[in-house]
């Protein structure tokens, strides 16, 4: 005979059972129902077995400490900047892992974005490195059904990497045919006339969810390595006061948004519209990017955010 962790008298046959019925679970992965079958039981009654063996401390139930202080974090982001939900990567330790942070959030937002991939939905998608990532990260068995939609344009820059990608995603696409910003304001009004423009524009606007990357006004970053901004003209728009931007459109550290930067010479969604969009997923991460992503929080632009443990922190430090 043994005592359970409320020093209740448990006979060894019953610590026997509770104990398989545990192991079947826990480590070996099985249902309750493939449990029950195994034992020759009801699955209620392995309900009942698991809920015991919880109860007298054969099963205890320990979560990591680093996991409790992400979702800290990402309760306190809720919190400070009025967000639906946060996701927030706990931070990499001992040197065995060389993923870069932006692969991890966009693994990490591949996961949180599946809650909305149901067969007949449309998800919205705007520019960035890390956008695309998310999307390459899908799983395979959850795009049946689901069409993707870019809220922008430049997306072709994309095309070769997205068909030399395994899960399929190229398959759900519709995409924008225009760059993201072009030469004039002329020529960016005559594109958004184009149906082939409006169709696709058209259809993001039917979005259950929204995902969009973040900008900073770092002279490094994925814009200015695509060719769309010089180091020069993100240096000037840095002095016009630009924080950040977001589908080509840039923003203040309020959130305010800059008509002086790009606006008038962008294909796609503006921010005013983004922001009236259901569940704007933001996925960026870095110092470098902590400002632009403060920027976009105070403009009222996410409901949601997936970024990583330092970013978050830095993000709850008021400036």
């Not at 079958?37 to 400490?65: F, H, N």
């Not at 524009?201 to 002279?219: H, M």
């Not at 901004?229 to 305010?256: C, H, K, Q, R, V």
């Not at 010479?265 to 996925?283: F, K, N, Q, Y």
Request: hydrophobic fraction near 40%; charge should be negative; charged fraction near 20%.
């Amino acid at each position: 005979m043994k005592r359970g962790r409320h020093d209740e008298i448990i006979a060894d046959d019953r610590i026997s059972v509770l104990a398989s019925t545990a192991w079947f679970y826990y480590i070996d992965g099985l249902t309750q129902a493939d449990i029950a079958q195994r034992m020759l039981t009801s699955r209620a009654t392995v309900g009942r077995l698991l809920q015991e063996a919880r109860d007298t401390g054969i099963v205890r139930i320990s979560i990591d400490p680093s996991t409790l202080a992400t979702m800290g974090l990402s309760r306190k982001l809720c919190e400070h900047f009025e967000l639906e939900d946060a996701l927030v990567v706990p931070r990499r330790t001992g040197s065995g892992s060389t993923m870069s942070v932006n692969r991890r959030i966009a693994i990490a937002a591949a996961g949180y974005l599946e809650r909305y991939l149901k067969p007949g939905a449309v998800i919205g998608f705007g520019w960035g490195d890390t956008v695309m990532n998310v999307l390459f990260s899908i799983r395979h068995e959850s795009l049946d059904g689901v069409t993707f939609a870019s809220v922008a344009g430049g997306i072709d820059r994309y095309s070769r990497e997205v068909f030399a990608q395994g899960n399929g995603v190229q398959a759900h696409l519709q995409l924008i045919p225009a760059p993201l910003v072009v030469n004039s304001p002329a020529t960016a009004e005559a594109l958004r006339q184009d149906t082939s423009v409006t169709r696709v524009l058209e259809l993001s606007r039917t979005a259950v969810a929204t995902i969009t990357g973040i900008g900073g006004t770092g002279t490094t970053g994925s814009s200015v390595r695509a060719g769309l901004y010089s180091p020069s003209t993100i240096t000037g728009i840095a002095e016009l006061g630009g924080a950040g931007d977001m589908l080509g459109e840039w923003f203040d550290a309020d959130g305010n948004v800059l008509p002086d930067a790009t606006s008038d010479r962008r294909i796609g969604m503006d921010l005013a519209e983004l922001r009236s969009m259901p569940h704007v997923i933001g996925v960026a991460a870095g110092s470098d990017k902590v400002t632009a992503i403060r920027a976009a929080l105070r403009g009222g632009y996410l409901d949601a955010l997936v970024t990583d443990e330092e970013t978050a922190e830095q993000l709850l430090i008021t400036p």
